[in-house]
C-alpha cells in the first residue's frame, strides 16, 4: 500500500466560479458548501458513476461513505466514480466502535475500506454512531485510537471525525476533548436540537459536517408555514439548504443526493446563496415562532418514550404530529404513516399511558396520537 503523508498531499480541487467553500474546523481545508453523502446511492451503477463524477467536476471535494450502509454496498457504489478523480477529494471513510474493538479490529476496517474505494489514504476518517458512554472503549490500551494514531504516523489517515446522534451535551464533551477534527450531526429547520453543539464547535475550530439536510426527505414538500417563517420564496430543498449554510458555525451542507437532478439543484442552491448576505437570525427566529405553537410540548426525538407494548415508534408518531402541526407538512406526515406496516400505525395505540410518564417535556403522547387517528393523515 502506497503511504501518503500530510506533508506531500495535493491541495483539494476549489473551482471557485461555480461552488463556494468554507473552512473545515482549524485543519486548514477549505471544503465544499455542499458535500455529498453517498448513503442514498441507488443501486445503479452507471447512474452512480455519473453522479459522482458530476459532483466532482461541479467543485465537490468532500464526499461521506459508510461501508455498512446500503446492505454493506454503499462504498462499493461509490468507487467506480472515484477512479481516477481522487486527488483533491475528501472521501471520509467510518468505523463502529463497540467495547471489543481493538486496534487490529479498527486498523483492518480502514484498510478494507480503502481497498473498496481504491484510495491510498483517508483524509478523513471517522469514529461512527459514536457516544459520550463509547469514550472509554476508543481511548482505551490496544484500542481504536492507537489504531487511528498510528495510521496517522504513516499517512494512511489524516484527520480523525466522529459522526453521532449522543445528546448534544455530551456531543459537546466529546469536542472539546481536542480528539476531533470534525463532528458529523443532523441539522435542518425542523431539527435544531445541535445549533449549541454547532457553536461550540465554531469556538473551538472544529468542523461541521451538517447531515440531513432535507430531514431524509421531509424538507421535500411544499409547505407555506416555513416560507413564511424564513420570508424566502423558494421550494422547501432550497431553502432548507440555505438554511444550514447559513450558519456561520456549518462547514459544509451533507446531502444525500441519488438523482442528477437533485445534484444540479444542489448544486445551484449552494453556488448562489451567500451567506455573508443572509440573516441567520432573522431564520431562526421565524422557525421559533413556528415552535412556540408547541409552547414546551415540542418533542426533542430523545426516545426517552420507547418501549411501547404495542411496540409502536412513538417518536416516529411525534415527529409526523410535529410537521404537521408546526411545520405545515402535512403531505410529508401522511405519506410517512402511510408508509408504515399496518400492525405500526397509530390505530394500533391502545392510549394506556405507558410512554406518557416517560417523556420529561411533559407530552400529551395519547391526545397527539388520538389526533393522528382521527386526521387519518
Ligand atoms: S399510549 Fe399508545 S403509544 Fe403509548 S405506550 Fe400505550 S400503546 Fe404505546
Ligand atoms: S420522550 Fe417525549 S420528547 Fe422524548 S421522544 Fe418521546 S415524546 Fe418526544
Not at 296 to 315: D, E, H, M, R, W
Not at 316 to 333: K, N, P, S, V, Y
Request: proline letters at 6%; hydrophobic letters at 40%.
Amino acid at each position: 500500500m502506497t503511504i501518503v503523508t500530510p506533508a506531500n498531499v495535493e491541495p483539494l480541487i476549489r473551482k471557485d466560479d461555480i461552488m463556494r467553500y468554507r473552512p473545515l474546523g482549524r485543519t486548514g481545508l477549505m471544503v465544499s458548501a455542499l458535500s455529498f453523502g453517498c448513503m442514498r446511492l441507488a443501486d445503479d451503477p452507471p447512474l452512480n458513476e455519473r453522479l459522482i463524477a458530476t459532483a466532482i467536476e461541479r467543485g465537490i471535494n468532500y464526499f461521506e461513505t459508510t461501508r455498512g450502509y446500503l446492505g454493506g454496498t454503499c462504498q462499493h457504489r461509490v468507487a467506480p466514480g472515484l477512479k481516477k478523480r481522487t486527488r483533491g477529494v475528501i472521501v471520509s471513510g467510518k468505523g463502529a466502535l463497540s467495547p471489543d474493538t481493538t486496534a487490529y479490529a479498527f486498523r483492518h476496517e480502514i484498510e478494507t475500506q480503502l481497498d473498496i474505494l481504491g484510495l491510498t489514504h483517508f483524509k478523513f476518517y471517522q469514529v461512527g454512531w459514536f457516544r459520550w458512554s463509547n469514550l472509554p472503549h476508543l481511548l482505551k490500551r490496544g484500542g481504536a485510537l492507537d489504531a487511528l494514531r498510528r495510521a496517522q504516523d504513516e499517512g494512511l489517515v489524516h484527520h480523525i471525525g466522529f459522526t453521532g446522534h449522543d445528546q448534544p451535551e455530551n456531543v459537546i464533551r466529546l469536542i472539546e476533548t481536542g480528539l476531533f477534527d470534525s463532528v458529523t450531526v443532523p441539522y435542518n429547520m425542523v431539527n435544531r436540537a445541535y445549533e449549541p453543539v454547532i457553536r461550540r464547535a465554531a469556538e473551538i475550530g472544529v468542523g461541521v459536517v451538517a447531515m440531513c439536510p432535507v430531514a431524509g426527505g421531509m424538507l421535500t414538500h411544499a409547505s407555506e408555514p416555513l416560507r413564511e417563517a424564513l420570508g424566502l420564496d423558494l421550494p422547501t430543498p432550497a431553502m432548507s439548504l440555505q438554511f444550514v449554510l447559513a450558519n456561520p458555525g456549518v462547514s459544509t451542507a451533507c446531502s444525500g443526493m441519488n438523482t442528477l437532478e437533485m445534484l444540479e439543484e444542489n448544486v445551484r442552491t449552494a453556488r448562489e446563496f451567500d451567506p455573508e448576505k443572509a440573516d441567520f437570525s432573522r431564520m431562526c427566529a421565524g422557525l421559533d415562532r413556528l415552535r412556540e405553537r408547541l409552547g414546551t410540548q415540542f418533542c426533542t426525538t430523545c426516545n426517552y418514550c420507547a418501549g411501547c407494548p404495542q411496540k409502536l415508534s412513538i417518536v416516529h408518531f411525534m415527529i409526523a404530529w410535529q410537521a404537521a402541526r408546526a411545520f405545515g407538512l402535512t403531505d410529508w406526515a401522511r405519506k410517512a404513516l402511510a408508509d408504515l406496516p399496518p400492525e405500526k400505525r397509530p390505530e394500533r395505540c391502545t392510549l394506556c399511558g405507558a410512554c406518557e410518564t416517560k417523556c420529561p417535556n411533559g407530552i400529551e403522547i395519547r391526545r397527539r396520537i388520538r389526533e393522528l387517528q382521527e386526521m387519518n393523515l
